[in-house]
């Protein structure tokens, strides 16, 4: 950590700045020095009264620079204490930023129950998103965290039947609050953009486990041409969109789209890390003969490309 006066209190790509309390000071932490023990960066957020949203970068720089999920919750939960509500400063900014904190909690429980297979984290995802929910129930942004409950519901219904067609009902029900979340636009939603990409993104995966891979292409080529590959920030989004194109491909009896899709994929992967899931996605497709349009599992794909 290092300490001068004067800058401004913003995040930077690869480094996060903490205002110090009553000060024109800063406190600035390289993302890859991010302390293994997080209650040691919780003592100085408390301590030095950093404004909420920094606590909430804080926590997903944790997940992006570490895939480091227990002190990314950590820093979410202590951001939702009500001890907080005690302290003039953050009274104004609890709202809207534990919406957020919510949001955050309630996509990683949601990433261990689509990985892992959890039924616990089933539904204390749900709970998350319904805490956030009840802040605002007429957020538009609700209607988001509406899509992953419902979402979450199809994976505990499709897991406890065998990956049959069972929970389609809650696919249907995901796809129609996700179009909601898209008529109301960038300009209501608070997330901006942001929100729009998550929106399709989840939508081309619901559809595509519908079984309507054409209209799942039309939404996975609109992220595409939203999030971008040059910005390293959203250059995983865009590359998560390819491989979801590349499924709708695969399930429209398309190999060398698909195969082009993955192949593009690969190029801009070459820029920065190595993508395990472009590489094993890639090699199931070149793998698969002309003939051959199930070497790629379009639902198990669907279900990767619903969390970038």
Same mark, same amino acid.
């Given at each position: 950590?290092?300490?001068s006066?004067?800058?401004?209190?913003?995040?930077?790509?690869?480094?996060?700045?903490?205002?110090? *309390?009553?000060?024109?000071?800063?406190?600035?932490?390289?993302?890859?020095?991010?302390?293994? *023990?997080?209650?040691?960066?919780?003592?100085?957020?408390?301590?030095?009264?950093v404004?909420?949203?920094?606590? @909430?970068?804080l926590?997903?720089?944790?997940?992006?620079?570490?895939? *480091?999920?227990?002190?990314?919750?950590k820093?979410l939960?202590?951001?939702t204490d009500?001890?907080l509500?005690?302290?003039q400063?953050?009274?104004?900014?609890?709202? !809207?930023? !534990?919406?957020?904190?919510?949001?955050?909690?309630?996509?990683?429980?949601? !990433?261990k =129950?689509?990985y892992?297979g959890?039924e616990?984290?089933?539904?204390?995802?749900?709970?998350?998103?319904?805490?956030?929910?009840?802040?605002?129930?007429?957020?538009?942004?609700?209607?988001?965290?509406?899509?992953?409950?419902?979402f979450?519901?199809y994976?505990?219904?499709?897991? #406890? #039947?065998?990956?049959? #067609?069972?929970?389609?009902?809650y696919?249907?029900?995901?796809?129609? @609050?996700?179009?909601?979340?898209?008529?109301?636009g960038?300009?209501?939603?608070?997330?901006?953009?942001?929100?729009?990409?998550?929106?399709?993104?989840?939508?081309? $995966? $619901?559809?595509?486990?519908?079984?309507?891979?054409?209209?799942?292409?039309?939404?996975?080529?609109?992220?595409?041409?939203?999030?971008?590959?040059?910005?390293?920030?959203?250059?995983?989004v865009?590359?998560?969109?390819?491989?979801?194109i590349?499924?709708?491909?695969?399930?429209?009896?398309?190999?060398?789209? =698909? !195969?082009?899709?993955?192949?593009?994929a690969?190029?801009?992967?070459?820029?920065?890390?190595p993508?395990?899931?472009v590489?094993? =996605?890639?090699?199931?497709?070149?793998?698969?003969?002309?003939?051959?349009?199930g070497?790629? *599992?379009?639902?198990h794909?669907?279900?990767?490309?619903?969390?970038?």
């Amino acid at each position: 950590m290092s300490s001068s006066a004067g800058a401004p209190a913003s995040r930077g790509e690869s480094t996060l700045y903490f205002p110090v *309390d009553s000060s024109d000071d800063w406190v600035s932490l390289e993302s890859k020095d991010l302390p293994e *023990d997080g209650d040691k960066i919780l003592d100085l957020l408390r301590m030095e009264l950093v404004p909420l949203k920094l606590w @909430h970068a804080l926590a997903i720089e944790y997940f992006r620079q570490k895939n *480091d999920t227990e002190n990314m919750m950590k820093v979410l939960e202590a951001a939702t204490d009500k001890e907080l509500e005690s302290i003039q400063m953050y009274a104004s900014q609890l709202h !809207q930023m !534990q919406f957020l904190m919510y949001d955050a909690m309630g996509a990683s429980y949601t !990433q261990k =129950a689509v990985y892992d297979g959890d039924e616990d984290a089933v539904k204390k995802s749900a709970e998350m998103y319904q805490r956030g929910e009840n802040l605002n129930p007429f957020d538009p942004r609700t209607w988001l965290s509406r899509a992953w409950t419902e979402f979450c519901n199809y994976i505990r219904a499709a897991d #406890s #039947s065998g990956g049959s #067609s069972s929970g389609h009902e809650y696919l249907t029900k995901c796809v129609s @609050h996700l179009g909601n979340v898209i008529k109301a636009g960038p300009m209501v939603n608070e997330g901006g953009v942001a929100d729009m990409v998550r929106a399709r993104l989840l939508r081309g $995966a $619901a559809l595509l486990l519908l079984e309507q891979p054409k209209e799942a292409l039309t939404e996975y080529r609109l992220v595409l041409q939203m999030a971008g590959s040059r910005d390293p920030a959203t250059a995983k989004v865009a590359n998560t969109a390819r491989l979801g194109i590349a499924a709708c491909h695969m399930r429209l009896g398309n190999l060398p789209k =698909a !195969q082009e899709a993955i192949v593009r994929a690969l190029a801009v992967c070459k820029e920065g890390a190595p993508d395990s899931d472009v590489v094993a =996605a890639t090699a199931a497709i070149l793998q698969a003969g002309e003939s051959s349009t199930g070497s790629l *599992d379009g639902a198990h794909l669907a279900r990767e490309t619903a969390l970038a």
